[in-house]
């Protein structure tokens, strides 16, 4: 749901979202200026002002285009169209109706800004809640709303294009990485990094990373880490793109998209079109020569401990790149929550392992979002996640007071706990 920053530079700045982009990052990419806070009162905006603050109608614009082709439009640039309830609920209503509307051919997602696609989700209004009530419905509604949508848009029966330009991270993975068609450019910047505030790789990304290589282990780093993919030839290795598109191709590709004829099969016409405006990225992918190393620490569903102590004997390779790497693996898992990590690891592992199983219940998208909403709900009331976010986004010490403090102290029977059937007074996700 929530996406937090691999660096304090831009968290220090927002003010609203969560985004693991630094300052030097983003300066370099997307060549833009991170407005201050604007007077936000403290410690945390109201859920009345939250409210105010975001239009759905304004935020998620919908269109169909004399061919049938769908477009949404996600217009919320000063926040990097960080998601709320409302324009979750308004983006899946856009869905529903085009679904089962025949003049529709295919749904095209895309954002109004080349900064990013989508940096996750506006948390502040969320938290105050809790704060004020543990009992509040916002986060089952909030979760609910961002569950149910990812489903929509796994098993949608039309196709679904994403034009993931720059950042995409935390919901905005959400949003795409479980569409058909996941086109990213060399602007596209991906993570996810919520172990950082607290809470825990969500959005699915468990069943995205049990299908990396390395029987998941690479997912299984990404997620524990929050380490950022930023490169074409990483982000189609992992499986998070299915085409890279140099962003210079991307009008002429929307424009032949919104001229196009369709056929019975709008998918032969679309892969066709993608063929025509895709390239094969210049680089080869790092995590590929970096997963014998990858698979022997992150796989095989070793405990938080023992990752860390292989990472520090790969820290000691005379291999200047594993060594890089290794110690680059350690400072991002040192930024997280011990609490989230073993979470992380255990979930993860679990979906991995579940791969192929048709009698399990994680073997299956919908399984792993109907897990992942209890433990959602039960981690977002523990003090860890309104500790990180007072850490990094409202005193912005980046000092943040863990409970427990470190991977020895984590009881497994809590994080065990997380899993189990909710309580009989809140009802289960439904998908």
Excluded at 46 to 60: E, G, K, P, T, Y
Aim: hydrophobic share 40%; proline share 6%.
């Amino acid at each position: 749901m929530l996406s937090q920053l691999g660096a304090s530079q831009l968290l220090s700045r927002s003010s609203i979202l969560f985004c693991p982009v630094s300052h030097h990052t983003l300066s370099k990419h997307l060549h833009f200026r991170i407005l201050p806070l604007c007077n936000i009162p403290r410690p945390f905006l109201s859920l009345r002002n939250f409210a105010i603050m975001a239009s759905a109608d304004d935020f998620v614009k919908g269109n169909i285009l004399p061919n049938g082709v769908a477009v949404i439009t996600l217009d919320r640039p000063k926040a990097l169209n960080a998601m709320n309830l409302d324009m979750d609920v308004k983006y899946k209503s856009f869905l529903d109706k085009w679904e089962a509307d025949p003049k529709v051919k295919c749904v095209l997602v895309e954002s109004s800004s080349p900064r990013a696609f989508s940096a996750g989700m506006d948390i502040k209004g969320v938290v105050a809640e809790i704060q004020k009530d543990k009992t509040t419905t916002l986060v089952q509604k909030v979760f609910t709303a961002e569950y149910s949508l990812i489903c929509k848009i796994s098993d949608y029966k039309k196709p679904y294009i994403s034009f993931m330009d720059g950042i995409t991270m935390g919901f905005g993975i959400g949003l795409s990485g479980h569409g058909r068609y996941r086109l990213i450019t060399e602007r596209t910047v991906l993570a996810m990094p919520e172990n950082g505030i607290g809470l825990f790789p969500d959005v699915g990304f468990a069943y995205i990373a049990a299908q990396t290589p390395g029987e998941g282990s690479i997912g299984a780093y990404l997620g524990m880490t929050g380490k950022r993919v930023s490169t074409p030839a990483d982000a189609l290795y992992v499986g998070l793109g299915t085409h890279y598109i140099p962003s210079g191709n991307l009008v002429v590709l929307k424009e032949a998209l919104l001229a196009a004829t369709f056929s019975e099969d709008p998918h032969e016409d679309i892969s066709a079109l993608l063929a025509k405006y895709s390239s094969n990225p210049e680089s080869e992918p790092q995590l590929k020569l970096l997963l014998p190393q990858i698979a022997s620490t992150f796989g095989g569903n070793k405990s938080v401990s023992e990752i860390i102590k292989e990472l520090k004997v790969h820290q000691l390779s005379t291999d200047a790149t594993v060594a890089e790497w290794a110690k680059e693996a350690l400072a991002g898992l040192g930024k997280g929550a011990p609490f989230s990590l073993s979470l992380t690891q255990q979930h993860f592992s679990r979906v991995a392992s579940a791969r192929g199983e048709k009698d399990n219940d994680l073997s299956c998208l919908s399984g792993v979002m109907k897990t992942e909403y209890r433990i959602a709900i039960r981690s977002s009331l523990r003090n860890d996640f309104a500790e990180g976010v007072r850490a990094v986004l409202v005193d912005k010490d980046q000092n943040p007071k863990w409970n427990p403090p470190n991977h020895e102290e984590v009881n497994p029977r809590e994080v065990e706990a997380l899993f189990e059937p909710l309580a009989p007074e809140i009802e289960e996700l439904k998908v």
